[in-house]
Structures are given as structure tokens and as C-alpha cells.
């Protein structure tokens, strides 16, 4: 039988010790509202958020509403996001996410999440994204990160990001999902990399399933 009391110590420390590492958890991409957060988002699968500010600080100066992307021909878009990867097929999906939100929405970006996953190239991970970070709706977004940090210290025992985010959803409380979703990104992007991680350092090291030492 599970120790719930043991889970829940083992949650509360966690949480305490990343929010004394980490002392602005919050999203790295660079926006001022939710349509270049959406775009932001979008453009950062399988690409650093480095490198998408580096994208947007000039897209979102040249193109400034739903419309604007609208009005772009997929290659048009695809030539302003070539250093992105996999820039032709998230160009395609970006243009046809505006002409929706343009006829549909009114060109705003909706909050509910069943009308985000609607727009291509939005999936789970980016909706909960947006709902949390843009519109302040309890979502509990899981990426590469959170999935791999997850899983060394023992939270989950899954590769699936759809059942880590089941669990992690009851292991913590709701109204601090989008605060825990980026302690763990920032942490696991900083500190639990992939490779070579800095176990020696860690704050969570007692809590590690993984430790390399």
C-alpha cells in the first residue's frame, strides 16, 4: 500500500528546494501576449528557447497579429524561421493556426483546452502551455525535461508524457502546477541534464532514483 504521508514529504521537499534554487520559475521565451506565446511555443518543439527569442525578436516586430500570419504564404513564413528546426512544416501549421483563429476566434488565441488542441501543431503539451503561462489556468505541461526529472527521482516510472502528467497532477496541488512545471523544466534544462548531469551539487541528490556517484 502507498504511504501517501511519505509521497507528500517527499513532494513538499522537493518543491521547497527547487524554489530556493530557482528563484524565478517561469517561461524563458520571450512574448508580450498570447499570440507570440503561442507561436513561441510552437516553434520551440525540438528547438532551444535561445534560438527561438533569437526567431522572434524580429518576427514579432514584422508581424504583429493573426491576420499578419494569415496573410503569409507558407514560405514566406518558412523564410523568416529557417534557423528554427523543422521551420517548412511549422511555418504550414503556424499560417494555418491564424487562418483559423482569424475566422473562428476572432483572431485571439481561445483559452479552452480542446479548442487550442484543435489548431495545427498544437498539441497537448503546447495547450497546457498556453493555458497555464497565458491565461493562468491550472495545466501541468510535461516536456523532455520534466519527463526525464520525473522519472530519476522517482515520481513516475513511465516514458509516456500523457501518464506523467496523470501523475503529477496528483502528486502535487493544482494551483501550483505551472509554478512546479517550471521548477522541474528549469531544473532539468540547468542542473538533471540529459548528459552529465551535476549530481555532485544537487539539491535533490537524497531524493535521486539515478545518482551517477
Known sequence: MVDMDKISEKTTGIVDRLRTLITEPKSELNFTNNLELLIAVMLSAQCTDKRVNIITEKLFKKFTTAKDYAGLSYDELAEEIKSCNYYQNKAKNIVETAKILVEKFNGDVPCSHEDLVSLPGVGNKTANVVQAVGFGIPAFAVDTHILRVSNRLGLVET????????????????????????????????????????CETCVLRDFCHETTL
Do not use: M, Q, V
Open 159 to 198: 516514458d509516456s508524457p500523457d501518464k506523467c502528467e496523470e501523475k503529477l497532477k496528483l502528486l502535487f496541488n493544482k494551483e501550483d502546477w505551472g509554478e512546479i512545471h517550471h521548477l522541474i523544466l528549469l531544473f532539468g534544462r540547468y542542473y538533471c541534464t540529459a548528459r552529465n548531469p551535476k
